[in-house]
């Protein structure tokens, strides 16, 4: 399993974009690296929470694409400048005041299963 470095991470992150929403949990994505695809989302957990392909969806230019449907055949591709939203579409309290741990699993077409580990603060009014 590839890793990607932090200091990219950085770069791709919206940082202080993770909110509770109506559907459940979302945070945003902007790619300043290059053009990319995407054949797979495996999971996203959030601290202690692991979110299937089921409950996750990936917004950018105005169309929802649902994990469960992402393949080689039907691949996200992420332009240089495209900004995008993670939808976590469950509704649970995984959420905590402070730091919150980001982990992403994903698989590209050229690196395989990349693994991506970021936090991110949120403030509970």
Known sequence: ?????DFLIKRVYKKGSLRSCEEGIEFDLKNVLGPGVICGLEYVQINDYKFT???????????ELFANSVSEINPIRFRLG???????????ECLKNGVNKIIIEFLNPEAGRMKITLEDNLNIA
């Not at 399993?1 to 470095?5: H, Q, T």
């Not at 392909?53 to 169309?63: N, P």
């Open 53 to 63: 392909k089921d409950a996750i969806s990936f917004i950018t230019q105005g169309v």
């Open 1 to 5: 399993m590839a890793v990607v470095p």
């Open 82 to 92: 495209q900004e995008g939203t993670m939808r976590l579409m469950e509704q649970v």
